[in-house]
């Protein structure tokens, strides 16, 4: 049996990983700042989406991590674009 203070830990997890990339700086870094973030992100969504208890979970963070998703979404595109060499190089 999973309590809050569990459930607030798989937040928290998502929540840093999702802000590591973010606020990332270094361009060489983003890739796997955005592939560590976005599974953290889909696999709490998962979670949250895909149990029985669904009541359980506060909108707030289902809501928090559909943001997300569409952020690393947003920024992938950013990165990962044709011009993503000359930025690097």
Same mark, same amino acid.
């Given at each position: 049996?999973?309590?809050?203070?569990?459930?607030?830990?798989?937040?928290?997890?998502?929540?840093?990983?999702?802000?590591?990339? *973010?606020?990332?700086?270094?361009?060489?870094?983003?890739?796997?700042?955005?592939?560590?973030?976005?599974?953290?992100? *889909?696999?709490?969504?998962?979670?949250?989406?895909?149990?029985?208890?669904?009541?359980?979970?506060?909108?707030?963070?289902?809501?928090?991590?559909?943001?997300?998703?569409?952020?690393?979404?947003? *920024?992938?595109? *950013?990165?990962?674009?044709?011009?993503?060499?000359?930025?690097?190089?």
């Amino acid at each position: 049996m999973k309590n809050g203070h569990e459930e607030s830990g798989h937040f928290q997890q998502w929540e840093k990983l999702y802000k590591d990339a *973010l606020f990332e700086s270094e361009v060489l870094k983003m890739p796997r700042r955005l592939e560590l973030a976005k599974h953290a992100v *889909l696999d709490r969504l998962e979670d949250v989406t895909c149990t029985r208890k669904k009541r359980t979970y506060q909108a707030q963070e289902l809501e928090a991590l559909r943001h997300a998703d569409r952020a690393l979404k947003a *920024l992938e595109q *950013l990165y990962f674009t044709d011009n993503y060499d000359e930025r690097i190089g």
